[in-house]
């Protein structure tokens, strides 16, 4: 059920509450406040379901803006993570950014990247211009892969290993993200050039019914970011 339905079936004693409760948080964004005349089409919201979910809709699309307006860079989160250890789950977590900051917002190798081009060049253009970095952690994410004897994180065309290096080289902000149960290597385990990675607190995804608390943590935690 979503935001306009559970709204519209709650009593009617709390409906306007939860109607207000929804806009005040929709409606807090970084800096300045909105548009004041896209404000006014929602502060009398009509509470059938169908007008709520555009008035929604339109709040959200406010906070979108206002997010992008404070900052120039082109994406606001980087997504870095290995396929064969956590794609199925990157593709979850990606929806849930996408949903909550736009898909234009967030960069991925797969969906993002232009036919073509130099693609150790493109990643290096493309974290210049985000605002942060997420590296998915899996149980795998350390060891060979398939009929391979060595990590592909000790060697330093690994696109992840380039990926984290460019990141910590510009100082980027990167939040580790633990998933199907991986916690921090340990220094020792990372070659010289990410051992900083260390020292980043990260946050732990569960699946579900812990997933959507867990994203929810981990967008609060990108939106402080943002906003600084």
Same mark, same amino acid.
């Given at each position: 059920?979503? *935001?306009?339905?559970?709204?519209?079936?709650?009593?009617?004693?709390?409906?306007?509450?939860?109607?207000?409760?929804?806009?005040?948080?929709?409606?807090?964004?970084?800096?300045?406040?909105?548009?004041?005349?896209?404000?006014?089409? @929602?502060?009398?919201?009509?509470?059938?379901?169908?007008?709520?979910?555009?008035?929604?809709? @339109?709040?959200?699309?406010? /906070?979108?803006?206002?997010?992008?307006?404070?900052?120039?860079?082109?994406?606001?989160?980087?997504?870095?993570?290995?396929?064969?250890?956590?794609?199925?789950?990157?593709?979850?977590?990606?929806?849930?950014?996408?949903?909550?900051?736009?898909?234009?917002?967030?960069?991925?190798?797969?969906?993002?990247?232009?036919?073509?081009?130099?693609?150790?060049?493109?990643?290096?253009?493309?974290?210049?211009?985000?605002?942060?970095?997420?590296?998915?952690?899996?149980?795998?994410?350390?060891?060979?892969?398939?009929?391979?004897?060595?990590? /592909?994180?000790?060697?330093?065309?690994?696109?992840?290993?380039?990926?984290?290096?460019?990141?910590?080289?510009?100082? *980027?902000?990167?939040?580790?993200?633990?998933? /199907?149960?991986?916690?921090?290597?340990?220094?020792?385990?990372?070659?010289?050039?990410?051992?900083?990675?260390?020292?980043?607190?990260?946050?732990? *995804?569960?699946?579900?019914?812990?997933?959507?608390?867990?994203?929810?943590?981990?967008?609060?935690?990108?939106?402080?970011?943002?906003?600084?």
């Amino acid at each position: 059920m979503n *935001i306009p339905e559970f709204i519209s079936k709650a009593p009617e004693k709390i409906k306007s509450k939860l109607v207000g409760f929804t806009f005040a948080f929709l409606l807090r964004a970084p800096g300045k406040t909105g548009n004041n005349r896209e404000k006014r089409r @929602v502060e009398k919201p009509n509470n059938e379901s169908g007008q709520l979910q555009t008035e929604i809709s @339109v709040i959200v699309s406010i /906070r979108r803006t206002q997010t992008q307006q404070f900052s120039n860079k082109k994406y606001s989160v980087f997504i870095s993570y290995r396929r064969a250890d956590s794609a199925y789950v990157m593709d979850s977590i990606y929806d849930k950014l996408a949903t909550h900051f736009g898909e234009e917002r967030i960069f991925s190798d797969v969906r993002s990247t232009p036919l073509s081009v130099d693609f150790r060049q493109h990643i290096d253009g493309v974290i210049a211009d985000s605002e942060v970095m997420i590296v998915l952690i899996g149980r795998d994410w350390l060891s060979p892969q398939e009929n391979e004897t060595k990590r /592909r994180i000790d060697n330093s065309k690994d696109m992840v290993r380039i990926e984290i290096e460019s990141a910590l080289e510009k100082r *980027i902000p990167i939040i580790p993200v633990f998933v /199907r149960g991986a916690e921090m290597p340990s220094e020792d385990e990372l070659p010289l050039p990410l051992k900083e990675l260390v020292y980043r607190s990260g946050i732990s *995804i569960r699946p579900y019914p812990d997933f959507d608390g867990d994203t929810d943590r981990l967008i609060e935690g990108l939106e402080r970011i943002l906003r600084s």
